[in-house]
């Protein structure tokens, strides 16, 4: 076996290509979108390296065309899932103890495929099964996976470099990092392709084998990524790609003795069962389990009156209705102070009202379908009832059609009462609620942001005034993981703003950091004595 003290490639954040007209990239994207949209997929489960097929399927369509059948993807049940479980056991000897610089290279190869010849295919698959317009299946699907695989293999050989700093004359400590007893359940969500592939390759990465289970909204990209995780060289049983029903799923996967942890991004609702079906299950487990998860927000843009009303509503526009707001960072409640208010809301009805909406394969619409009827009509009926409440204004949009797709107009709702509903609750779509406070009310209004919500997730201040920036940073500090400062709380980029939030937003284990990555190693460390003493007797037992 090959020794040496390797040095990973030093990470780099991948280039966001612009997809203008004319481009390469716009021409090659076009005609991903051509041969996805001509064809009809017949979609496997992956299990031990094996595509498997049931025979009893669902469908994939579009959400802003779901008249078109894009595929059918092959739906398991106990048999499937107990069958991962066992081809990920299986394979796990093998690959924990495969060198770490071997392993490095598989998902280093795996970026390098999704940078190049996969670029266009994986940004065609989200945009098709997500309804995610060019530029923002760009920066997910390309981009940020890519970043997350680069980024976490140079995290993954710091934490290996991590030694103990102090080894006394005669002995050697040090620390060597474990894979994880037992598999890793990876459960993703649809609104990211690049979280989907994130959370089952970084664990995998430690060391640890993993049992993955997409959203049925994500399936279409995650067969794309598998294809790619496969052709880099990620040995069968590794990471085993199922579909099935959750609770079929979690009645196999939480009651199994060499169950090791969960790695879970989705609602904070399932994650609440699945910590307590965890616990109450806890004494069926080899080892206590790892508990990773992101959830939900309700993430808010708290502005000065200092600030410039330009900022503002750009950052609104943009930070609430990119990808139809369905980003756990999207803004969903602002906080505006009185003077600002008339400059921001003509500024806002301005820019939605240039802003088109429709399918993704026209790279003129800034805004898609959101993902699901189930999402539609939970969306239109908070817009219904804040149309139909007298102390609501609709600002802006409240229209909706879903004869085609799943559209819902960027709507901004301006209300009275900072606790009202839409402040408080989740919505997942692109509906902003504005709370208008007098200009002297900053300093309170801080406190009515931090108690509002049960998140803690994403979080601005808008401000030219530092005073108010410093005051707004410091009390507003446990509302929210990720915090920005005259920005738009969405948009972190992997390596520069590690991603997550607390309270009831998740564990705060800070995705696309070496925090994350520590969550799936057990550390062992080892004292080597190189002289040990041959009696007990210690000095101070000496006669006088």
Known sequence: MLKGFFNAPQPQNEPVLGYAPGSAERAALKAALADARSKQLDIPMYIGGQAVRTGKTGEVRPPHDHQHLLATYHIGHTKEINAAINAALAAKSDWENLPWEQRAAIFLKAADLLAGPYRAKVNAATMLGQSKNAYQ????????LIDFLRFNVHYMTEIYAQQPPISPRGAWNRVEQRPLEGFVFALTPFNFTAIAGNLPTCVAMMGNVVVWKPADTQIYAANVLMEVFMEAGVPPGVINLIYADGPAVGDVVFNHPDFAGIHFTGSTKVFQHIWQTIGANIHKYKTYPRIVGETGGKDFVLVHPSAQAAVVSTALVRGAFEYQ???CSAASRAYIPASLWPQVKANMQRDLAEIKMGPVEDFGNFINAVISEVSFDKLVKYIDAAKADSSVELVA??????SKGWFIEPTVLKVNDPYYVTMCE????????VYVYEDDQFSQIIDIVDKTSIYALTGS?????????????QR??????NFYINDKPTGAVVGQQPFGGA???????????????????????????????KDYKYPFLGEE
């Not at 299946?137 to 940020?144: F, G, H, L």
């Not at 989740?426 to 609620?433: A, I």
């Open 503 to 533: 309270r009831g937003s998740g564990t705060n284990d800070k995705a696309g950091s070496m925090i994350n990555l520590l969550r799936w190693v057990s550390p062992r460390t080892i004292k080597e004595t190189f002289d040990p003493p």
């Open 476 to 481: 507003l500090r446990n509302a929210a993981g």
């Open 325 to 327: 707001g369905q980003k």
């Open 426 to 433: 989740e919505l997942f779509g692109p509906v902003l609620t």
């Open 461 to 473: 201040i808008i401000s030219q005034d530092r005073y108010a920036v410093a005051e707004a940073t």
């Open 397 to 402: 949009g409240g229209n909706y059609d879903k």
């Open 137 to 144: 299946a760009e920066i997910d699907s390309a981009c940020e």
